[in-house]
């Protein structure tokens, strides 16, 4: 079985940053690509962010690009959310997710809330 475990969420106010951190641990298992989703009050689970393993190719979600930067430590099997210039549309429960194959995110985390005041 593969540990997904997210840390760093807090509390912040509008135009302040956190970073988030993601470890993935277990059996043996090969990463394609780590992810950062969120999901708000009432509202689907939305992507925000990801990033392959191997060449290191991102991708953002519109609303996060320019304040949000993705990065990751291979050798801990650790992803890195760095939200900088926050606001309370960011609030939500961040969640991360490793695609092992190219085939989709199959093992999730519990999430971490993130909560921004005005």
């Known amino acids: 079985q593969v540990q997904v475990i997210e840390s760093g969420g807090g509390l912040v106010q509008a135009g302040g940053s956190l970073r988030l951190s993601c470890a993935a641990s277990g059996r043996t298992f090969s990463i394609y690509q780590m992810g950062w989703f969120r999901q708000a009050p009432g509202k689907e689970r939305q992507f925000v962010a990801s990033?392959?393993?191997?060449?290191?190719?991102?991708g953002y979600a519109d609303s996060v690009k320019g304040r949000f930067t993705i990065s990751r430590d291979t050798a801990k099997n650790t992803v890195y959310l760095q939200m900088n210039s926050l606001k309370p549309e960011d609030t939500a429960v961040y969640y991360c997710?490793?695609?092992?194959?190219?085939?989709?995110?199959?093992?999730w985390g519990q999430g971490t809330q993130v909560t921004v005041s005005s």
């Open positions: 990033m392959r393993w191997g060449g290191g190719t991102t």
């Open positions: 997710a490793v695609n092992p194959t190219g085939g989709g995110y199959e093992w």
